[in-house]
T-cell receptor, first 109, second 116 residues
C-alpha cells in the first residue's frame, strides 16, 4: 500500500545518545503505531497513539501523535546496544495499515 | 497480552507443492487478520485481509487462487501457498486486530518460506 514518508532512512549513533525519527503523511489517520523489527522476526509494537496531540512514553521511548493527524515522531533516549533494529511507523483509520519505509538504527559502543 | 503466533517459523519445500501457514491470536479474538509479505530490506507489503466467516479481500496483484486464505475461527487464519515456485520464497507475516480493543495490529513472528 501507500507508504508514509519516514526519516531518516538510517542512523549510526553512539551508545548513550538520543535518537529521533518521524513520519509524515498526506492522509489523516486516527491511529499512529510504532513498531521495531529485528532480523528474521515480526514487528513488535512499541507505542500506540490514538488521539491528536497525544504524547506517550514507554520506558526510554516517547512518541507523539501530531496535531494535524498527519505526522508522528518517536524518540529513544540514552540508546543501548539492544536498540539496534529497524523501526517502522504505521498509520491506520480502522482499515489497512500504511507503513513507513523504516529507519535502520545502528548503535556503536 | 496481545500475542500472535505463527506456525511454522520456517519451511523448505519443493517446487509445485503447497504450504500452509497458520496464524493464531493467543489471548484475544480477532475478526480481522492480515497477511503480509516482506522482501529483504523492505517494508511490509499487504497481501490480503482475512475476515472471520467471510471471504478474504486481496490486494491488487495478489492471486487469490495461489494464496488461499481461510479464517474459520476468531483466533485462527491460515494462508496456503498453492503450487509454490521459487519466486514465492519470502518472509510471510500475519497480524491480528483485537475485536474488542482499539485500532491496533499485533504481528506474528513470521514464517520464512524457501521453495527449491
Amino acid at each position: 500500500g501507500q507508504q508514509l514518508n519516514q526519516s531518516p532512512q538510517s542512523m549510526f549513533i553512539q551508545e548513550g545518545e538520543d535518537v529521533s525519527m518521524n513520519c509524515t503523511s498526506s492522509s489523516i489517520f486516527n491511529t499512529w503505531l510504532w513498531y521495531k523489527q529485528d532480523p528474521g522476526e515480526g514487528p513488535v509494537l512499541l507505542i500506540a497513539l490514538y488521539k491528536a496531540g497525544e504524547l506517550t512514553s514507554n520506558g526510554r521511548l516517547t512518541a507523539q501523535f501530531g496535531i494535524t493527524r498527519k505526522d508522528s515522531f518517536l524518540n529513544i533516549s540514552a540508546s543501548i546496544p539492544s536498540d539496534v533494529g529497524i523501526y517502522f511507523c504505521a498509520g491506520s483509520s480502522w482499515g489497512k495499515l500504511q507503513f513507513g519505509a523504516g529507519t535502520q538504527v545502528v548503535v556503536t559502543p | 497480552g496481545a500475542v500472535v503466533s505463527q506456525h511454522p517459523s520456517r519451511v523448505i519445500c519443493k517446487s509445485g507443492t503447497s504450504v500452509k501457514i497458520e496464524c493464531r491470536s493467543l489471548d484475544f479474538q480477532a475478526t480481522t487478520m492480515f497477511w503480509y509479505r516482506q522482501f529483504p530490506k523492505q517494508s511490509l507489503m499487504l497481501m490480503a485481509t482475512s475476515n472471520e466467516g467471510s471471504k478474504a479481500t486481496y490486494e491488487q496483484g495478489v492471486e487469490k487462487d495461489k494464496f488461499l486464505i481461510n479464517h474459520a475461527s476468531l483466533t485462527l487464519s491460515t494462508l496456503t501457498v498453492t503450487s509454490a515456485h521459487p519466486e514465492d520464497s519470502s518472509f510471510y507475516i500475519c497480524s491480528a486486530r483485537d475485536s474488542s480493543g482499539p485500532d491496533t495490529q499485533y504481528f506474528g513472528p513470521g514464517t520464512r518460506l524457501t521453495v527449491l
